[in-house]
């Protein structure tokens, strides 16, 4: 018969949102496990993009050396429209220290996390074991898990566990959402698009680039070791993308030549926006992705699991110590908002893009947009500042 063991905290999922998660509890003295089912980390380098407000939560934690190290500090970005450079929009007028966005892919994101929550505890994640159903008891959650072979499991192939509280970050396909029976309400939109990673031969350096061309966008972020990514705007899904085509694009849109340019990466994606009915059931908490998923586009979806991570870890210290139930609901409500408000501004990112007709109506709202105190503002709501100082 399988062992039972009891963790107060258990999160299933160890992506980003988990794994900060667990180390924003450890912090506040919450013994807590994260369960993940793939073995070894991901070598997807999907995300890039991580915003100061975030940084700031590192910092708290003793964590941002590692990210400044590896990863490129983004201090301004040039706007174009088809070929002609309009202007920039620079980030030092946000509050210090963090003024720019730091730009690391999402596996080394997940390294550093994961390498610091096993300098706290070197049993804190474990890797291999899947999630495979729960039952709510009266006071806590029965969870069974399968173990693949390799990882440490106690008690042969399925584990059992008890908790206090259970959090899915497991990501936009949750099973714990889904074995809550929360509704996950929201649709996909028609945008897609295509990226890759390639050795960066522009003059940009440092800087990020958007190009708004009459037949969709096209932007470029610096990556470290000499490369930059790029994201282009299709008609349509391109299901397995070659970086010839992707080549073709950025020449036609934006007159650069990536020929000679060495690739490491391409791949498509498709937009959703997608939003949890409740963050919050009983005893049963979402975060990240598994709670809401935004568009890409604008690079928000990983910063917010990380302000969830960090709301939830304090919702759950008063939780365990007064066991009520309202400072996880408070934790669902402001966090549904924040989502809600990002989701909005990811939207209005995406829209921004979208191929156009009248390129006079273009160039004025981009002129207003860099030239002008707007400019300010725009560097705010892309740099994801102050979320959740209002309600949605
Ligand atoms: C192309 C692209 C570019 C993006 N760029 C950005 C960006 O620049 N900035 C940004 O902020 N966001 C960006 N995002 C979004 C970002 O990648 C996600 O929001 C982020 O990965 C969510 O993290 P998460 O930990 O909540 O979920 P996930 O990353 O999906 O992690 C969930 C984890 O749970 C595990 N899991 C699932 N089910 C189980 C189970 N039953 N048992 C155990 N483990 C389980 C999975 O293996 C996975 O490791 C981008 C997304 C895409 C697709």
């Given amino acids: 018969m399988a062992k039972t063991n009891h963790i107060p905290v258990l999160i299933v999922g160890g992506g980003p949102t988990g794994l900060f998660l667990a180390l924003s509890l450890s912090n506040l003295g919450i013994d807590c496990r994260v369960i993940e089912k793939n073995e070894a980390p991901t070598q997807h380098s999907r995300s890039i993009g991580i915003h100061p407000p975030s940084l700031e939560l590192f910092d708290r934690l003793g964590l941002v050396k590692p990210f400044l190290q590896e990863g490129i500090l983004i ?50 994640v474990r890797r291999g074991v899947t999630l495979t159903s729960y039952e709510t008891t009266q006071d806590g959650v029965r969870v069974h898990m399968q173990a693949a072979h390799g990882a440490k499991s106690t008690d042969g192939d399925v584990e059992e566990a008890t908790c206090d509280i259970l959090v899915g970050c497991d990501g936009k396909r949750s099973v714990v959402r889904e074995l809550a029976g929360i509704a996950f309400n929201g649709s996909h939109y028609p945008d897609t698009y295509m990226m890759g990673d390639f050795e960066d031969t522009t003059p940009f350096g440092e800087d990020a680039m958007i190009t708004l061309h009459q037949d969709g966008l096209v932007e470029c972020f610096p990556l470290a070791k000499g490369r930059r990514r790029w994201v282009v705007k ?49 005893r049963v908490v979402l975060a990240g992705d598994a709670a809401h998923v935004v568009s890409p586009i604008g690079g928000q979806g990983m910063n917010l699991g990380w302000l969830d991570g960090e709301a939830l870890a304090k919702a759950l210290h008063a939780f365990l110590s007064t066991q009520n139930e309202r400072h996880l609901q408070d934790y669902s409500k402001r966090q549904r908002s924040i989502a809600r408000q990002a989701g909005k501004r990811a939207e209005w990112n995406m829209r921004l893009g979208r191929s156009f007709k009248n390129r006079w109506v273009k160039r004025w709202m981009l002129y207003l947009f860099v030239r002008t105190p707007i400019q300010r503002v725009l560097a705010q709501l892309f740099t994801m500042q102050k979320l959740g100082a209002w309600r949605v």
């Fill in 234 to 282: 299709t008609a349509q899904y391109v299901d397995a993308p070659t970086e010839q085509e992707l080549k073709e694009i950025v020449a036609h849109r934006t007159g650069f030549d990536l020929r000679q340019a060495q690739c490491t990466m391409t791949s498509s994606f498709g937009v959703q926006h997608y939003i949890a009915e409740t963050f919050a059931k009983g």
């Fill in 75 to 124: 201090r301004k970005g040039h706007a174009y429209l088809n070929q002609s450079w309009i202007g920039m929009v620079g980030f030092d007028s946000l509050p210090a220290p963090h003024q720019y966005v730091l730009s690391l892919p999402q596996s080394q994101t997940e390294t550093i996390l994961e390498a610091a929550c096993q300098e706290v505890d070197s049993s804190m």
